[in-house]
């Protein structure tokens, strides 16, 4: 699977949208780009993924650039509780792996 | 759904002890997966199970730590015995099997201090 790089860290003030940035410049045709987060004390949780197009659900919109080496996570309307570490994650889909490969992910700080 | 459930929550236990660590997945998922995290290793991942059959095991670090999944609805981690360096967050996660996504859903995690 290919790797990622994140900011190690970031801030973005309460209410505004906060822009998660993650390089993936070898990522292969059949791979996916997932975001997770981890909330201090807490366990990993699902943010959103996608293959191409852009994707948006109820927590984030992903934006994926045309050749696909880069993406931005947007989180539209950050509030205190969005504070926590954003992993992203690239991976295909396969019967014979199942392993997600964890980084050290962006640690992002909501200010209010 | 109560989501994935894990016991203890925290366990402080002494070199040398038996640890058993708990897991329920989520009901109907077909994968399960241990998960250790620790500041300077990360989130690394110890075994994973499909169907209650072990998949890959290649994480474990040690014969000292073991994994069983007897049914659908239940796993256990063993480490004996336990060394302080086993001082971790210890993480189960469960998926639903689907060719469009693995998503993995995670429990709030075991917190083990060997002393």
């Known amino acids: 699977d290919a790797k990622t790089t994140q900011p190690p860290s970031m801030d973005c003030a309460e209410g505004r949208a906060a822009n998660l940035p993650c390089n993936h410049s070898t990522i292969s045709g059949n791979e996916y780009v997932y975001w997770y987060r981890q909330i201090h004390s807490q366990g990993p949780q699902y943010i959103i993924h996608?293959?191409?197009?852009?994707e948006t659900n109820e927590m984030a919109s992903l934006i994926i650039t045309e050749d696909r080496k880069s993406s931005t996570l947007i989180l539209p309307h950050a509030t205190l509780r969005d504070t926590a570490v954003y992993y992203c994650i690239v991976r295909a889909l396969s019967d014979s792996n199942y392993q997600l490969i964890w980084g050290a992910g962006t640690k992002l700080i909501i200010k209010p | 759904d109560a989501g994935v459930i894990q016991s203890p929550r925290h366990e402080v236990t002494e070199m040398g002890q038996e640890v058993t660590l708990r897991c329920k997945p989520i009901s109907g998922h077909d994968y399960l997966f241990w998960y250790r995290q620790t500041m300077m290793r990360g989130l690394e991942l110890l075994i994973y199970?499909?169907?209650?059959?072990?998949?890959?095991d290649s994480g474990m670090p040690e014969d000292r730590f073991s994994a069983k999944m007897p049914n659908a609805s239940f796993s256990t981690l063993k480490i004996q015995p336990s060394e302080p360096r086993d001082s971790a967050v210890y993480f189960c996660?469960?998926?639903?099997?689907?060719?469009?996504?693995?998503?993995?859903?995670f429990g709030p995690g075991t917190r083990l201090t060997v002393l």
């Open positions: 996660a469960s998926s639903p099997w689907s060719r469009r996504t693995d998503t993995q859903y």
């Open positions: 996608g293959l191409k197009n852009n």
């Open positions: 199970f499909n169907n209650n059959v072990p998949i890959d």
